[in-house]
Nanobody
Framework: QLQLVESGGGLVQPGGSLRLSCAAS????????VGWFRQAPGKEREGVTC??????????NYLESVKGRFTISRDNVKNTVYLQMDSLKPEDTAVYYC??????????????WGKGTLVTVSS
C-alpha cells in the first residue's frame, strides 16, 4: 500500500530553519514525481516545489516566493524526500503536504498525498 508520511513541522522564529521529511512506502521516490504543497489558513493549497523522477532527470522547480530559501532533495536509500526551509518568514506559515505521482514528470494532479505537517513561523 502506497503511503506518504510527513514530519518535521513545528514552531520557528522568523529567519529560522526547518527540515521537513516525507517518508514514502509502497513505491520508490526515485520513480515518481514528488512535490511539497502548502495550505495557509483561509487560502487554497499551492505548490511549493517539485522534483521529477530520476529517470526524467530529477529536475526541480520552485514557487517564486521560496526560491533561494527552500531546497527539495531525495534520499533513495531512506526512500524519503526532504524540504529544507531556510530564512523562514511568517507568510510561510501553513500546513505542508507532500504528494506523489507515477507520471514522474510533473507535480500537477498528484495521485497520492500525506496528511500534512504544520509549520508556524512566529516570534
Amino acid at each position: 500500500q502506497l503511503q506518504l508520511v510527513e514530519s518535521g513541522g513545528g514552531l520557528v522564529q522568523p529567519g529560522g530553519s526547518l527540515r521537513l521529511s516525507c517518508a514514502a512506502s509502497g513505491f520508490s521516490v526515485d520513480d515518481y514525481s514528488v512535490g511539497w504543497f502548502r495550505q495557509a489558513p483561509g487560502k487554497e493549497r499551492e505548490g511549493v516545489t517539485c522534483i521529477n523522477s530520476r529517470g526524467k532527470g530529477g529536475v526541480t522547480n520552485y514557487l517564486e516566493s521560496v526560491k533561494g530559501r527552500f531546497t527539495i532533495s531525495r534520499d533513495n536509500v531512506k526512500n524519503t524526500v526532504y524540504l529544507q526551509m531556510d530564512s523562514l518568514k511568517p507568510e510561510d506559515t501553513a500546513v505542508y503536504y507532500c504528494g506523489a505521482s507515477p507520471n514522474g514528470f510533473h507535480c500537477h494532479g498528484m495521485e497520492y498525498w500525506g496528511k500534512g505537517t504544520l509549520v508556524t513561523v512566529s516570534s
